[in-house]
């Protein structure tokens, strides 16, 4: 099952011309109270979760798969690297999509989400009206 969590860009997105980079995961960072399972939980990546990213892993705009991708890993037009601060990206835009770029620029796109499948984790679950806590230790892209 594909989960999808947005991030804000932790100190936001850097554009150099073409290229933009980025947090697309921070780790150890509790999220806010998600709902999508019968408990509450607040959820956190361990450093070093995304072992290996695929070459089919691909940039889209409000995850549309129908749409063509920013930038694909296969490509060589997008990136991932660790950091202390988390999962780390850099895409580089066609020239043609100049409009992402500006509104990432302008902060009218102030965030990064990612689709991902957790392959393991730990659970934490407390009394009935305190929300678990999950630790995704391993995910793919």
Do not use: C
């Amino acid at each position: 099952m594909i989960e999808i969590r947005s991030n804000p860009l932790a100190g936001g997105a850097i554009v150099d011309g073409n290229t933009v980079s980025g947090i697309a995961v921070p780790y150890n960072s509790s999220s806010v109270l998600l709902r999508d399972r019968p408990r509450p939980y607040r959820e956190r990546f361990a450093p070093g979760a995304f072992p290996e990213i695929g070459e089919h892993v691909a940039l889209f705009i409000g995850h549309d798969h129908r749409s063509l991708p920013l930038a694909r890993v296969g490509a060589g037009t997008l990136s991932f690297t660790e950091s202390e601060e988390g999962l780390r990206f850099t895409a580089t835009l066609p020239d043609s999509r100049s409009d992402v770029l500006e509104a990432i620029s302008r902060g009218d796109i102030g965030g990064v989400s990612i689709g991902f499948n957790a392959e393991d984790d730990d659970w934490t679950h407390r009394r009935s009206n305190q929300p678990s806590d999950r630790v995704v230790k391993k995910a793919s892209l």
